[in-house]
């Protein structure tokens, strides 16, 4: 860990709020790209660790393409998607195939406190740059290895993306219309789970390590993390031997607990409770309408599949076609689980998100404001920072080589005349 003196001027060149986080003295050295990866070390950096983007000098994380694109007329185009999973981190690049390299990064790893990785399980190995290797420059460092398949098993060399962990970690068979194709869940969910489990398997090694001294290796598989997501899917099958299938926008085992349209779209509706169903008959109904249908009124009764879709369903319809969102919500909101179904414009405006902090406002020299997502951790000592730069290519390449790995500046210059760095 880091001195206050040495977070301050690190935090000082990111030109982000040097006030401590959480996290406030790590060093988390960072080779990943895309997303599995970056969000992670984007999470432990909006906590206040102090985060060393490591990106190829001549092939950078290639995100960096990706649309949106923030434009100025002086400057290449800045990625948007980049930016949201890369705000708050320091930009070095560093060509690890490179013997100098290579000997860069162990330095750089000397002193820090975490490595995080999402390469295939055994490039690192190639690059001599692997878990075993960097314990020995480090023995307390905290290596988190996030991957498709793990580093271990039949399926650990295999090259896999967002959707081969949806596919191999059964979420994918489980999603979709009733009766219908499976559908992919709309956005990469193995991406996204597998860089929260890594979180948290950096925080419990941090904490082993900090008592003891001893670093360990975090394996983080995208397809464990999608499997973890499937809710009762493995039990079911195991305890009854029943294999999940996609039923739309209804639950497997409670109802009414579905989407219903309405005036102008659709609300979720979860009033398959006995307390929340007699609520909202009174609410809802016409004056006596729980009372008129006793045998409606247990929830077995309500998930029957010949109750449910002649009479329950269309009574819920009933209520609902003729009001907005708006004035479904006004009505029941804070009585039953009801919510409109929001398009990502309508929650941006969504008034709780800006209640929470949930889009914060960047302001990126030159290239005008970006909106993005807030931290949903909320600590009331130590609040996440979420309005940090992301940095441009090698942005803080020699301040960090120089001021924090300790490297001559005759050392820096004759690494970019090699095109090391």
């Not at 579905?258 to 109904?285: H, M, N, P, Q, R």
């Not at 599949?305 to 479904?328: C, N």
Request: hydrophobic share 40%.
């Amino acid at each position: 860990m880091i001195d206050d003196e040495t977070r301050t001027w690190l935090n000082s060149l990111g030109r982000f709020d040097a006030a401590p986080g959480s996290l406030a003295g790590v060093v988390v050295v960072d080779v990943t790209r895309v997303v599995a990866g970056p969000y992670c070390s984007m999470i432990l950096a909006d906590l206040g660790a102090t985060v060393i983007k490591v990106e190829h000098p001549d092939d950078p994380d290639y995100t960096r393409t990706f649309p949106p694109m923030l434009e100025r007329e002086d400057a290449d185009p800045f990625s948007g998607f980049f930016a949201q999973y890369n705000r708050n981190k320091l930009g070095l690049t560093v060509n690890m195939r490179h013997p100098e390299g290579k000997r860069v990064l162990e330095r750089l790893v000397a002193k820090a406190d975490v490595l995080v990785e999402n390469f295939r399980p055994g490039t690192m190995d190639r690059l001599g740059l692997g878990y075993e290797r960097l314990r020995e420059v480090n023995p307390r460092l905290v290596y988190a290895a996030l991957s498709g398949y793990g580093q271990s098993g039949p399926y650990r060399t295999r090259p896999a993306y967002d959707n081969s962990a949806q596919a191999t970690g059964g979420l994918w068979s489980m999603n979709g219309p009733a009766g219908g194709a499976p559908t992919r869940i709309g956005t990469i969910i193995g991406d996204l789970g597998a860089s929260l489990y890594g979180v948290i398997g950096v925080l419990a090694a941090l904490r082993h390590a900090e008592h003891t001294g001893e670093g360990q290796l975090v394996d983080i598989s995208q397809q464990d993390s999608v499997l973890t997501l499937t809710e009762n899917a493995v039990v079911s099958y195991t305890a009854e031997g029943t294999i999940p299938e996609p039923l739309g926008n209804q639950h497997p085992f409670v109802r009414p607990y579905e989407l219903f349209a309405c005036k102008d779209g659709f609300v979720f509706f979860g009033g398959y409770t006995d307390k929340f169903w007699k609520i909202s008959c009174e609410i809802f109904g016409e004056p006596g309408e729980y009372d008129a249908h006793p045998d409606l009124q247990s929830m077995g009764a309500r998930f029957r599949e010949d109750l449910y879709q002649d009479r329950v369903k269309p009574m819920v319809q009933r209520w609902f076609v003729g009001r907005t969102k708006a004035e479904l919500e006004d009505i029941a909101g804070d009585l039953v689980p009801l919510s409109a179904v929001k398009d990502i414009g309508e929650v941006v405006g969504d008034p709780q998100i800006a209640a929470r902090d949930m889009v914060v406002d960047v302001e990126y020299d030159g290239y005008g404001m970006l909106r993005t997502f807030g931290s949903p951790v909320k600590l009331d000592r130590t609040p996440p920072r979420a309005r940090g730069l992301a940095p441009e290519k090698g942005e803080h390449s020699v301040e960090i080589l120089r001021d924090f790995v300790g490297l001559a500046q005759t050392e820096i210059d004759a690494l970019r005349e090699a095109g090391t760095i």
